[in-house]
């Protein structure tokens, strides 16, 4: 008996994967900025859940619980990224040569506004604007309060309005959309 329900479970999961994956590896590409990245956090989320699909495919909401892996491998990438970007900064601060270039171009796309943003600002932004989430759905998946959720995304736009300008900002919600069309020279997964 306990294969058939093994199989049930595998059936499950299968169907689960093939449904949510590209979101999930959309979601990680938007939070961490790497779209190379973003197949491997993907697949490690999924693989995560996976070993714990009972309770998983028990929560109430299944994918909020997806999403939420995704952001924590992500947010956890990230802080990597930085703390590597610091330590050769260091390095590189302590030898003479440095280059600083105060002519820094105005306009910058939505992705690269987004990597500038501190994860949760950024990861509310993409949840709600990206992915067209509630403020409550967002907040599962964060795993904070609708009010943090609010607060967080009305502070990631400004900021974004600040780094894009008004012009920029105002189309950013539209361009986080459709920033993460599958192209055929993508590594990308389309699923």
Request: aromatic residues 6%.
């Amino acid at each position: 008996m306990g294969t058939v329900v093994d199989d049930a479970a595998s059936v499950e999961f299968h169907a689960f994967f093939e449904r949510h994956y590209a979101e999930l590896a959309r979601l990680a590409h938007l939070l961490t900025g790497e779209p190379d990245a973003a197949d491997d956090l993907a697949a490690d989320a999924l693989l995560a859940l996976w070993h714990r699909w009972d309770r998983v495919r028990a929560a109430d909401h299944p994918v909020a619980y997806a999403r939420g892996v995704v952001a924590n491998l992500a947010r956890t990438r990230v802080r990597s990224a930085v703390r590597e970007r610091r330590r050769i900064a260091l390095f590189w601060s302590q030898r003479e040569e440095r280059t600083e270039n105060p002519d820094v171009p105005g306009v910058v796309d939505v992705q690269e506004a987004l990597r500038r943003l501190p994860f949760r600002k950024r990861a509310c932004v993409v949840l709600r604007h990206a992915f067209d989430l509630s403020e409550k759905d967002t907040a599962l998946t964060l795993g904070v309060s609708v009010g943090t959720v609010k607060s967080q995304t009305s502070k990631g736009m400004a900021e974004l309005q600040r780094l894009l300008g008004a012009e920029g900002a105002a189309g950013a919600p539209r361009r986080l959309r459709t920033a993460m069309v599958p192209t055929s020279e993508g590594g990308g997964r389309n699923r």
